[in-house]
Every structure is written in C-alpha cells, then in structure tokens.
C-alpha cells in the first residue's frame, strides 16, 4: 500500500476513534447556533504553500459546511510532515479524528502527519486529507453517536457509511477546485470481495481490503447511482447520503432502519444489487459528474 508510514497511524485511531470516540460530557448544552471553535498548530516545517491552501480549504469548507456546537466545542488541528519526529506531545501520527484527549472537555483532535513524498510529487493527497477530516468533524455536529466511544452500545460507526461518505467529498472536492478526478485516479483500487461480501466493509475491525477506503467509496457511488435510478437527481442522491442519512441519526442499533427511511430500500436489497448488477464496476465507472458542486448538495 502507498503511504504506510502514515495509513497504518491512521487506521489504527480511525478503527478506535473516528466512528465515535468523542470525549462529550454529559453536563454539556450543544448550541446549533454557536460556531465551533478552532485552536490550529500547523508546524513551522510545513510549507508555506501548503498552509495557505488549508486556510482557503477550510474556510471554502466552513461556508457550505458549517460547524456548530451542537455536541462538541473546540478542535484542536495539529499538522506536521511525516520527516519530523511527533512534534506535539501526545498526538500520534497519522491523519484521523479522535476525542480531544488531554486538550479539553467537549473537543476533538483534528490530526494530520503528511509524508514528506506527497509534497515532493505533488500528490494530490495533502490537500485532499484536510477535506477528508474536516468532512469527519461535520459528521460529528449531525448525529451524536458520532461522538461516542465505538464500544458504546449505541455508537455509530458503519464504516463505508462514514469512511466512504469522506472519501466521496474529498474527491468532489479536488475534482471541483483542481480539476483533477482524483476518485477515478487515486481511489480506484476496489476490491474482489466488495462485490460478493459487501457486509464486510461495515466494520472497521474487519481483515477485508479496502485500501484507500476504495471500496467503501464504491459501495456510496453505487448508493448514489440506484437513488437516481430510483427518480433523485444526481445532488439529491448524494444530499441523501452525505447529510440527510447522518442527520437521521443512525446508530448501531438503528443505522438499518434509518437507512431503509432516508433511502427507499433496505440494506439488504441495496447488497443484492451490489451483488449483481455491479458485480465487476469500478469507481472510474460511477464517479460523480463534472457538474456536481458540493455547494449545491448541502444548499438545502
């Protein structure tokens, strides 16, 4: 797999945190008026390019994507280039959203560690990873069991759900502002067993391959592609999975009966099609259009 050094970091806090893992106390009153609070330690090692492109990220991000204090209060963003040794005494690397640890009550870690090769080639990836987080943190204002330990009875963490609705912002994202596709270029390394097993790619704990989270992108641009065979234009199908679904407040005792009221069909039927019709797709098959603008699907 490309980009080891910070993947396994990264899976390993995501397996643990990302899902849930939130460190909310239960003295604390959201407000869904109150914007988030940002506290931002970028490190003096990365490049200047680099932090200016995050600035104009974030604040593209923040006028479409809004993040309120419903269930959390501050995020602390830490960033550093993988050459330099953890900076900051105890983050571990790698990219991820975590529960604010030592930093305070009511906040969540915003943790990237970016290789060193990435900003040598170009790689589309440091810029796409802050999407990808920052897409994780507005999970995290939609549904509260989003912030609650993965062990919690009733945590949310169905991982192509989460991990695939990221990957497929992310990837609108860079096609929108670089027009580059970087679904089609850079997440498209799906998986034999995602056609015969998809269950698999529910669970973050699972051996299954989903590298990139490939496969669990695929499993949201198959989603994307039945609701408009169902009669949802294109940023209604993609409305419903990024942010309606979340909104509903799936966890896992309840994501299946949520998913059967946000969708139309229950998840069993949607594996079955997984299973047949699209047995032998690829992302490059059923990656979004060129017209689709993130601005448009959150409009509503």
């Excluded at 870690?109 to 999407?131: A, G, K």
């Excluded at 229950?266 to 690829?282: L, P």
Aim: aromatic share 14%; hydrophobic share 35%; with cysteine.
């Amino acid at each position: 797999m490309r980009y080891l050094k910070w993947l396994m970091p990264a899976l390993i806090s995501l397996m643990l945190i990302s899902c849930g893992g939130g460190s909310s106390s239960s003295n604390f009153t959201g407000s869904s008026t109150t914007p988030v609070i940002f506290t931002e330690q970028l490190h003096s090692e990365l490049p200047n390019a680099w932090v200016t492109e995050y600035n104009t990220i974030k604040t593209n991000l923040l006028s479409f994507l809004p993040l309120y204090q419903t269930f959390y209060k501050k995020i602390f963003v830490y960033a550093w280039q993988s050459d330099t040794p953890d900076p900051y005494p105890g983050v571990s690397g790698g990219s991820y959203i975590s529960g604010g640890g030592l930093d305070e009550e009511n906040s969540i870690r915003f943790v990237m560690e970016i290789t060193s090769d990435e900003f040598e080639n170009l790689h589309w990836h440091r810029y796409s990873v802050i999407v990808h987080e920052y897409f994780h943190t507005y999970q995290k204002t939609l549904n509260s069991h989003m912030n609650k330990a993965d062990d919690h009875a009733t945590s949310f963490k169905t991982k192509w759900l989460v991990e695939g609705a990221a990957v497929a912002v992310e990837g609108i994202y860079i096609k929108q502002n670089y027009g580059y596709d970087y679904i089609a270029n850079d997440k498209n390394d799906v998986s034999s067993e995602v056609y015969t097993t998809p269950e698999l790619y529910e669970d973050h704990n699972s051996s299954v391959d989903d590298r990139n989270y490939s496969s669990s992108v695929f499993l949201v641009l198959v989603l994307a592609t039945e609701l408009q065979i169902l009669g949802h234009t294109e940023i209604e199908a993609f409305r419903l999975i990024l942010r309606d679904y979340m909104a509903a407040s799936p966890n896992k005792l309840t994501w299946k009966t949520k998913f059967h009221e946000t969708f139309g069909m229950t998840v069993d039927d949607f594996y079955a099609k997984v299973k047949t019709t699209y047995r032998g797709s690829t992302n490059v098959n059923l990656v979004p259009t060129d017209a689709l603008k993130l601005e448009e699907i959150f409009s509503k």
